[in-house]
């Protein structure tokens, strides 16, 4: 029932920047925490940056300074700008939500993921 698409992602120079979104869709009763995940090629899934309903954001160690997540609730979308990029944060990029549903006699909080974004840093 819930569905998230993230869009944005791309070919973007050393040094520069690019922005990322991520728009929640579907039967959905609340968006609560909310997150971007990379997975670079050879290494692990990792968590970018997370954002709770009411802002309080957190940051990987390598992304502190050059990354800023945030979230417009009417719009149930999360967004990741990213500043002085380098190849090493070349990845694909995915969302992750933690999202209320209604089932038959309570309500549900299911985590959910996009499909990811690839983003590229390269020359």
């Known amino acids: 029932q819930v569905q998230l698409v993230e869009s944005g992602g791309g070919l973007v120079q050393p040094g520069g920047s690019l922005t990322v979104s991520c728009a929640a869709s579907?039967?959905?009763?609340?968006?609560?925490?909310m997150s971007w995940y990379g997975h670079a090629p050879g290494k692990e899934r990792e968590l970018v940056a997370s954002?709770?309903?009411?802002?309080?954001?957190n940051y990987a160690e390598s992304v502190k300074g050059r990354f800023t997540i945030s979230r417009d609730n009417a719009k149930k979308t999360v967004y990741l700008q990213m500043n002085s990029l380098s190849p090493d944060d070349t990845a694909v990029y995915y969302c992750?939500?933690?999202?209320?549903?209604?089932?038959?006699?309570?309500?549900?909080?299911?985590?959910?993921w996009g499909q990811g974004t690839q983003v590229t840093v390269s020359s």
């Open positions: 992750n939500a933690d999202v209320a549903v209604s089932g038959s006699r309570n309500i549900r909080i299911n985590n959910c």
């Open positions: 579907g039967s959905i009763l609340r968006v609560h925490d």
């Open positions: 954002i709770s309903k009411v802002l309080i954001a």
